[in-house]
């Protein structure tokens, strides 16, 4: 019988995003042994480590249409990447496990902007703006976040692939634009590179 696999484990961080064909193997178990299929995202969805839910290509759904103000008032759209690997990040300033990933999710987008893949956060529950800008000064984040006080973008979503109430939570959005992983909870460099490699990897 086959052990489960850990997709972090597979991943050294020198080997970057290249490396990506091994991920096949991870992605067929989860954590306990047991096989595809059993996760939140229906009987077609894929369990990867991590706590990440990757969909079959063939059963994914577009991503809902976002667009708004960012942090700074300016006019992002989840549409402006079509065609990329969009990262879509929920955070707070008030949520401790957001501060915990800020720093590697900054990191990861600039080291795979080159390789074709954006991030987008949306600043959820922070009422006023100036908590939400300290924030993103304090990790230096440099991608843009959408500004949803209310939760409303979140809740466009389906609640199998995100709980509004769960603060972190991650998206990988396909070049196609539909939902490919949905992560809940902090996150890491290296659980997400991974799912970014398997992503990637695909043909748009």
Not at 186 to 201: F, G, K, M, N
């Amino acid at each position: 019988m086959r052990r489960p696999v850990r997709a972090s484990a597979l991943v050294p961080a020198a080997t970057g995003l290249a490396v990506a064909a091994v991920l096949a193997v991870a992605g067929l178990w989860t954590d306990d042994g047991a096989d595809a299929g059993a996760g939140a995202g229906g009987p077609n969805a894929i369990v990867a480590a991590a706590g990440a839910t990757v969909i079959d290509p063939g059963t994914r759904q577009d991503a809902p249409a976002l667009a708004g103000a960012d942090l700074d008032g300016r006019q992002v759209a989840l549409g402006d990447f079509r065609g990329q690997v969009v990262v879509l990040n929920a955070w707070g300033s008030w949520c401790g496990p957001c501060r915990a990933e800020a720093d590697d999710l900054e990191r990861l987008s600039r080291q795979t902007r080159g390789d074709g893949v954006r991030f987008l956060g949306i600043n959820t529950r922070d009422r006023d703006r100036d908590a939400a800008r300290s924030f993103v000064r304090a990790h230096d984040m440099t991608f843009p976040s959408l500004h949803d006080p209310d939760g409303e973008l979140l809740l466009r979503f389906p609640p199998s692939l995100v709980n509004p109430q769960a603060i972190p939570s991650t998206l990988v959005i396909d070049r196609r634009g539909r939902v490919a992983a949905a992560i809940g909870g902090a996150i890491t460099d290296e659980q997400l590179r991974p799912l970014l490699a398997r992503v990637l990897e695909e043909e748009s």
